[in-house]
């Protein structure tokens, strides 16, 4: 049976060890994400790598809500977020300013990490509170920075690798289960080893054919794949609580300038437009506002 890697992630367990890991392939789910906006090719490729590795993580945990980690970096990349919630809808967005290189690091476009600041959160966007871990900025690429988090926070030894291009993002992660024995130990060696010394270990296009290609000594058993996509969850009330939170006098000068108020979702750069009476509605006294 073809399981293609395409807008997947697929699940996997080592039949005779203690091992498990997962394989996402970000094909549409990534163009369309970062495709709303002009980025440097170099930070489109980090935001890949970043919903690569927050899908992974996402599918790795039982929650409800959504998954958000935030950069807010010292360097050329002021923001970046990324968003992915428990049915794998994914949206991204970031901000920058000057030139980001091609080949420039994350510390490079993230900047000193001392000053710069990565927050991970749960939202269970049911009203009960957030979960927030800091995840430190000392890693040289994502991949790493996930990686410690894993171990830190979840206190699963994990591996991760990520490969993202202009067209598609590929990751693997492969975890430790609790309890490993010695055995484990071997079979969790030399699969890290048959990745780190592939070639290129993303260039099968079945899930099935690619995980077996890399872990020819051990038998492999893959889940039901199931399907990320891009998708945004900005709405007209959502920009409307935003105004309310900018105050009176902020929308009242914009007015002022422009006659109306126009609001672009930093995520998905769709276009919100209220008139002056629409967006003065908003501040009206409480008895004439709509709630709900
Ligand atoms: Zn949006």
């Known amino acids: 049976m073809d399981v293609p890697v395409t807008d997947s992630v697929t699940r996997f367990v080592f039949e005779r060890a203690a091992l498990r890991g997962a394989l996402v392939g970000l094909d549409a789910a990534y163009r369309d994400s970062i495709g709303c906006h002009a980025y440097p090719p170099r930070l489109a490729r980090l935001l890949g790598e970043t919903m690569g590795a927050m899908c992974l993580l996402a599918n790795s945990l039982k929650f409800q809500g959504s998954l958000i980690l ?13 968003e992915c919630d428990a049915s794998l809808r994914l949206r991204a967005t970031a901000q920058w300013s000057g030139d980001i290189d091609d080949d420039a690091s994350l510390i490079e ?11 991970l959160t749960l939202d269970p966007k049911d009203g009960s509170p957030l979960h927030q871990g800091i995840v430190s900025l000392e890693g040289a690429s994502v991949a790493s ?9 979840e206190q699963i030894a994990s591996r991760l690798w990520l490969d993202a291009g202009d067209e598609r993002v590929r990751g693997l992660l492969l975890q430790r289960m609790p309890g490993a024995t010695e055995a484990d130990t071997a079979t969790w060696v030399r699969a890290v080893s048959a990745v780190d010394a592939a070639a290129a270990p993303f260039a099968l296009s079945d ?12 038998d492999v058993r893959a889940f039901r794949p199931r399907t990320p996509r891009s998708g945004c969850s ?37 276009r919100y437009e209220l008139s002056a009476a629409e967006a003065r509605a908003l501040f009206a006294p409480p008895r004439a506002a709509v709630t709900h």
Request: glycine fraction near 8%.
């Open 145 to 153: 920075l996930f990686e410690h988090y894993l171990a830190t926070s």
């Open 234 to 270: 900005c709405s007209r009330e959502r920009v409307a609580g935003a105004l309310k939170m900018l105050g009176s006098e902020e929308v009242e000068s914009i007015l002022a300038e422009q006659g109306a108020v126009g609001v672009n979702c930093e995520f998905c750069n769709r």
């Open 207 to 218: 899930a099935h054919a690619l995980l077996a290609a890399l872990f020819r000594d051990d």
């Open 70 to 82: 935030q950069l807010h970096g010292a360097g050329p990349v002021r923001l970046l977020v990324v």
């Open 109 to 119: 476009m993230a900047g000193d990490p001392r000053r710069s600041r990565m927050v």
